[in-house]
C-alpha cells in the first residue's frame, strides 16, 4: 500500500488539486459515526449526578453538532438527540435532577446552540 504523503505529492505534482484538496478534507474530518459512539460512551460511563459531567456531555454535544451540520428542531437533529436519550434510557439514566424526561433533555442540550 502506497504511503498518503507520497500520493498527495504525486497529487500535487500531476496538477489534481482538487482531489488533493478532497483528501486532506477527509484526513483532517471526524467520522460521524465514530463522534456519535464516542457522545454514547461517554454518556455509559457517566454518572450524571453532578453538573460538571451534565455540562461536560452539553458541550461535546454541542461539537458535536458543530461538526456534523446538525440544527436544532430539524428533523436529523430531533432524531440523533432522540437516539442519544433513548440509549440513556437503556443506561439506566433517563430520569435525574437535571432531566425529568426527553423534553427537558432536548431543552438542556440544545442551549449554546440557539
Known sequence: MMDSNV?????????????LALIESLENS???KAEFEYLKAFARES????????WQFRCLWTAYCFHHGLTV???EYDRELKE???F?????????RWW???D???????????
Open 47 to 54: 454518572s450524571f449526578d453532578d453538573e460538571a459531567s451534565c
Open 100 to 102: 425529568a424526561g426527553f
Open 84 to 86: 442519544l436519550w433513548d
Open 30 to 32: 471526524v467520522s460521524q
Open 88 to 96: 440513556m434510557v437503556k443506561c439506566g439514566y433517563p430520569l435525574s
Open 7 to 19: 500520493v498527495k505529492k504525486m497529487l500535487r505534482i500531476d496538477g489534481y488539486m482538487d482531489a
Open 73 to 75: 428542531d430539524t428533523a
Open 104 to 114: 427537558s433533555f432536548d431543552t438542556f442540550m440544545c442551549e449554546y446552540l440557539v
